[in-house]
């Protein structure tokens, strides 16, 4: 069974800094898109970043110059650096793998931005 477990949340003062991690359970991770996206209270899941089989990354405008997906394909390991963090960033944050017709979500992990 294909798990993904997110860790590296919690409780940052704005302008702080959080990596976030997510280790994956599937075969062939490196032929994934891995992605990270984020839901706030009342409002819709959203994509923060993916990056692909390629390690070409993608970012949505609200996090470019701030947020870093990397991956690291011998570990099944996809990375978020959060810098610059935002109260707006406030959100759980869900790993993704993605693959054709092949789709996993991990639990979530919290990331609260407050003073």
Same mark, same amino acid.
């Given at each position: 069974q294909?798990?993904l477990v997110?860790?590296g949340?919690?409780?940052v003062?704005?302008g702080?800094?959080?990596?976030l ?6 075969n062939?991770?490196?032929a994934?898109?891995?992605g990270?996206?984020?839901q ?7 994509? *923060?970043?993916?990056?692909?089989s390629?390690?070409s ?25 959060m810098?610059?963090?935002?109260p707006?960033?406030t959100?759980?944050?869900y ?6 017709s ?8 919290? *990331?609260?931005?407050?003073?």
């Amino acid at each position: 069974q294909v798990q993904l477990v997110e860790s590296g949340g919690g409780l940052v003062q704005p302008g702080g800094s959080l990596r976030l991690s997510c280790v994956a359970s599937v075969n062939s991770f490196a032929a994934y898109t891995m992605g990270w996206y984020r839901q706030a209270p009342g409002k819709q899941r959203e994509l *923060v970043a993916n990056i692909n089989s390629g390690r070409s990354p993608h970012y949505a405008d609200s996090v470019k110059g701030r947020f870093t997906i990397s991956r690291d394909n011998a570990k099944k390991t996809v990375f978020l650096q959060m810098n610059s963090l935002k109260p707006e960033d406030t959100a759980i944050y869900y790993c993704n793998a993605h693959f054709t017709s092949y789709g996993y979500w991990g639990q979530g992990t919290q *990331v609260t931005v407050s003073s």
